[in-house]
């Protein structure tokens, strides 16, 4: 049992965890992510790693809720535990100066690209940074990626902060305006990164993504987690989670992610109708961002 | 044959033996069994045992026991059940083997000690891994304690994967008296014969009551580590103490056709395919939240002729699936897979399209597989494996509708720990270099067995490679020469 040492909500639906997780935090390199498994009866779902701190131990998750799972996770406090953590999986981030870099973060994916944000300030890159949201409080981690960028951009679909629209219009810009961008970075929701790839193609500009697809073991063992990337085959737990953007085959990566739509949505409906018959209320149920899997 | 020397608790002659047929393991109708996960094989009772047991013709060349990968002794166990003495038979497999109720139900025993037994030249052979399995059983409705471990010796070992290679060393490391600490990358014990065999043939219940049984002895299992990324080999020795390593992980990264369409919804590896089933219960959800694709009234094939494969179709039909085939592109002849489960998938209406090998998966035109377009196949001669090699029938090319396809034809090296351990070497297709006896790696005090060394074989190999590495690393630890 991997005990929660503290729970807090950043933002509605959006909660942040600090895990008891001694082995995990000694070696996480940014980049790389955990499978847990909440319970006996617990599927195993991928979450990336926001933080990790070696000396107490200790790793921070945050956590959307998308479905049951996410759900279900986000309604546990501190002093609860998560039966199984499993990590740190994944190659690392590659991490080396580049020159300037821009770090596109959609949503939940912020928390994702933080780390590799703050690996990359710290080997002299000049970072900045386009956070979107669908609306104000869906726009995360903005101080903490502001410490660590040299300029910081907030675009939200609804206007409701920042700059008003998608964060692909804000690349635009920054792309006609900044002579030398060398690396693009960008996590977040399929369709967002799909947008980035396309835009950065255009003009050349090498690009990563951090892709979450369907996954159980995170090993390699089962294959389930395949992508096509430059026409071959690729598993994200072992080969990835990061790929070359201009390389992805974005539709088949949606395809996929979409194989169990029908249960994963009657799992959901069952686990929420079961929140209400037991009386509690099923905490904090609100805004989703589309796309992100949990 | 050899005439029976030592004394025999076996009243009958041997032209009396030879006349007793072999006893039939009783089974699940196969009209219910598609319908259920429960086991296939009922177990033979006391009585199917003795009878059975009396047919064995005490060799005085046991070959039986030459041809087991562990070395258990066949024949003496065997007179034990014939002597009554059902304890004393369990304890010694035990001797060899401490998995008996698992290998009892899953070894290809015709490859190994039934392929050898003199009976089969002239009748059917002794029916070794339904005794096996009846003893452990036996061992178990009973309690038997276990045999105390040698004194303890300081040494501590780490065992990297918990399925067959990596339990069979621990148990035998552990009565030797070294502390045996097994890591595992699951977060349940038992490697493939959790997540990929089902229930039908080895329930969970069975695999539960031998670990536990090697807790007693002493094991300790540690979950949720990755060796290669949770902790690398070289922190195992420098920073948690341990002397010797045995690598067991497995087979690893299942292998695609590489064909077009392998990414349709629908396709699987057939890892994932039993993973989701056995090791996550997606068969039970949503009381289980692992979900599965609905298969009730779909039509399910799956590419490859070995147990996995079969393993996967059989599950297939139990969760619905209306047609259900094996697409092997050789013959039946030459299907790696244990005859009795070729048998089983048979009766449980599992239609077996040979010498058929899909060079397509088809589009439903929204991502989703609709079937899959295939060539017929001729043997031509044979090539390095010694199997005759299929050659493709020129204008033969057909479809087969499908919604569900399970790629069961391989796995290929995982490079996890290979990766992250400097100086361990490794084959060209990415497999641990050991010796074949000692099971000695490139790398002092690292020790390797079993698929990761061997690529994908059996459990029984793989348990005959733990105990070679087992007597290995204790001659090391005792030495402490290289």
Same mark, same amino acid.
């Given at each position: ?294 | ?22 006893? $039939? ?73 401490? !998995? ?8 290809? $025993? ?94 969970? $219940? ?140 048979? $009766? ?20 989703? !597989? ?113």
């Amino acid at each position: 049992m991997f005990k929660i040492l503290g729970a807090e909500f950043i933002a509605p639906g959006i909660k942040r965890f600090l895990i008891e997780a001694p082995r995990i935090a000694r070696k996480h390199q940014a980049g790389q992510f955990v499978i847990l498994r909440l319970d006996e009866h617990g599927e195993r779902i991928p979450l990336t790693i926001e933080s990790a701190n070696g000396k107490r131990g200790t790793i921070s998750l945050v956590v959307q809720s998308v479905g049951k799972t996410t759900y279900q996770l986000n309604a546990l406090k501190e002093g609860d535990g998560i039966l199984d953590v499993v990590g740190p999986l994944g190659k690392p981030s590659k991490i080396e100066k580049f020159g300037t870099v821009v770090i596109v973060g959609g949503g939940v994916g912020t928390a994702l690209a933080y780390p590799t944000t703050v690996a990359l300030k710290r080997a002299g890159n000049r970072i900045l940074t386009i956070l979107g949201g669908r609306n104000r409080d869906l726009v995360i981690l903005e101080e903490e990626m502001r410490a660590v960028s040299d300029a910081l951009y907030v675009t939200t679909d609804d206007g409701s902060y920042g700059q008003k629209g998608l964060v692909t219009d804000r690349l635009r810009e920054l792309l006609a305006s900044e002579g030398d961008i060398r690396l693009v970075l960008a996590v977040g929701p399929v369709p967002m990164m799909k947008a980035v790839a396309d835009l950065t193609r255009e003009k050349g500009i090498h690009t990563v993504v951090s892709l979450n697809p369907i996954m159980i073991d995170g090993t390699g063992m089962c294959g389930g987690c395949r992508v096509l990337v430059g026409g071959k085959s690729q598993f994200a737990c072992v080969d990835g989670p990061e790929f070359d953007a201009h390389e992805v085959n974005f539709e088949v990566l949606m395809q996929r992610n979409r194989t169990y739509r029908e249960q994963e949505k009657r799992s959901l409906e069952e686990y929420q109708s079961r929140q209400r018959g037991g009386g509690e209320s099923a905490e904090e149920s609100t805004c989703l961002v589309g796309g992100v899997k949990p | 044959m050899s005439p029976v020397k030592e004394p025999s608790a076996n009243p009958l002659t041997l032209k009396e033996r030879m006349k007793v047929p072999r006893q $039939q393991m009783p089974e699940q109708l196969a009209e219910l069994r598609v319908m259920n996960f429960t086991e296939v094989n009922l177990g033979y009772s006391t009585e199917l045992a003795r009878q059975e047991a009396l047919r064995c013709l005490e060799c005085a060349k046991a070959t039986c026991m030459e041809q087991c990968p562990v070395g258990v002794k066949v024949k003496e166990f065997v007179k034990l059940i014939v002597a009554g003495d059902y304890l004393g038979a369990a304890a010694k497999v035990r001797e060899d083997n401490v !998995l008996p109720a698992i290998t009892g139900r899953v070894c290809p $025993q015709e490859d190994h000690c039934e392929g050898a037994c003199l009976l089969h030249k002239k009748v059917e052979s002794l029916g070794i891994g339904y005794l096996e399995r009846f003893v452990a059983d036996y061992e178990q409705r009973m309690g038997a304690s276990m045999a105390p471990n040698a004194p303890a010796t300081g040494k501590k070992v780490a065992i990297v994967g918990s399925g067959p290679a990596g339990l069979s060393a621990a148990g035998d490391l552990v009565q030797k008296g070294h502390k045996v600490h097994v890591f595992e990358a699951l977060h349940e014990i038992g490697g493939v014969l959790v997540y990929g065999i089902p229930e039908f043939r080895l329930p969970k $219940q069975v695999i539960r009551e031998q670990i536990d049984k090697m807790r007693e002895m002493g094991v300790e299992f540690e979950t949720n580590v990755v060796v290669g990324k949770t902790v690398a080999i070289d922190e195992l020795f420098e920073e948690e103490g341990y002397h010797a390593v045995f690598i067991a992980t497995g087979a690893g990264l299942p292998v695609f056709l590489n064909i077009p369409g392998e990414h349709l919804n629908g396709v699987y590896s057939a890892n994932e395919f039993l993973t989701r089933i056995n090791l996550m219960h997606a068969y039970e959800f949503p009381t289980y939240d692992e979900p599965m694709l609905d298969l009730h009234g779909k039509h399910v094939a799956v590419i490859g002729g070995g147990n996995t494969a079969l393993d996967a179709i059989r599950s297939a039909r139990r969760l619905g699936a209306e047609k259900a085939y094996v697409i092997y592109r050789r013959s039946e002849t030459e299907m790696p897979a244990r005859i009795e489960e070729v048998k089983h998938a048979k $009766q449980e209406g599992i239609e077996f399209r040979v010498l058929t090998n899909p060079v397509e998966f088809l589009d439903d035109g929204k991502g989703w !597989l609709k079937g899959a377009r295939c060539v017929q196949m001729e043997l031509g001669e044979p090539d390095a494996s010694g199997r005759r090699r299929p050659i493709v029938i020129e204008g033969s090319e057909f479809e087969i509708p499908l919604q569900v396809a399970v790629i069961a034809t391989g796995t290929s090296a995982n490079p996890l720990i290979q990766s992250t351990t400097p100086g361990l070497k490794t084959n060209k297709w990415g497999y641990i270099e050991a010796n074949g006896e000692s099971q000695r790696t490139s790398r002092k005090g690292v020790f390797a067995g079993g698929d990761i060394v061997t690529g994908a074989a059996t459990v029984i190999l793989a348990m005959g490679a733990g105990r070679r590495a087992a007597k290995s690393i204790h001659e090391f630890l005792s030495t402490g020469e290289w």
